[in-house]
Antibody, heavy 118, light 106 residues
């Protein structure tokens, strides 16, 4: 069965960086895009970007273009999302999600809470 | 950016009633690249509908999606207790979400 397992909660200071991992199992990792989506406390869903594990090609939302880097390690079926220059309003749950085929998200990870606090 | 506006913000209904949720796009969504997700408190979003009208695996047939171009609808034919939740639409042409509609028990 498809599973996405994410790294644990993080607490970071403003200006720091955070790197969240997402380990995939139950399918061929390189065949499906991985998307990253975040949800601030009590707020809606916000798309951050995607990575194609096969070749590492990425596509980021314009809002995050300057601060986000998505990478992958195909030897361990893991995707990473690194967000730099953290601000208080980056406090959110960060989800990874598999792309079903043309862009929708059919399987989601459990989420990683990132708290930005001084 | 394609902006999605969902209405209403909150829908108050009783179990057994029909729920109709709207999602309107600021411009036409190509290829009906429109999905609906359900999220319950403390849980991960769950895919309900993709391609505007195709139910995802395991989704009960009381959930149906319709629409095209800029106007889309999610219908829950007879609300079950487990259907009271937050619902988001998403366009996956350029990936944006609507702000969500809460379906609450009246």
């Amino acid at each position: 069965q498809v599973q996405l397992v994410q790294s644990g909660a993080e607490v970071k200071k403003p200006g720091a960086s955070v790197k969240v991992s997402c380990k995939a199992s139950g399918y061929t990792f390189t065949d499906y895009y991985i998307h990253w989506v975040r949800q601030a406390p009590g707020q809606g869903l916000e798309w951050i970007g995607w990575i194609l594990p096969n070749n590492g090609v990425t596509n980021y939302a314009q809002k995050f273009q300057a601060r986000v880097t998505m990478t992958r390690d195909t030897s361990i079926n893991t995707s990473y999302m690194e967000l730099d220059s953290l601000k208080y309003d980056d406090t959110a749950i960060y989800y990874c999600a598999r792309d079903g085929s043309v862009g929708y998200h059919d399987y989601w990870g459990p989420g990683t809470l990132v708290t930005v606090s001084s | 950016e394609i902006v999605l506006t969902q209405s209403p913000d909150t829908l108050s209904l009783s179990p057994g009633e029909r729920a109709t949720l709207s999602c309107r796009a600021s411009r036409s969504i190509p290829s009906n690249y429109l999905a609906w997700y359900q999220q319950k408190p403390g849980q991960v979003p769950r895919l309900l509908i993709y391609g505007a009208s195709t139910r995802a695996a395991g989704i009960p047939d009381r959930f149906s999606g319709s629409g095209s171009e800029t106007d889309f609808t999610l219908t829950i034919s007879r609300l079950q207790p487990e259907d009271f939740a937050l619902y988001y639409c998403q366009q996956y042409s350029t990936w944006t979400f609507g702000q969500g509609t809460m379906v609450e028990i009246k």
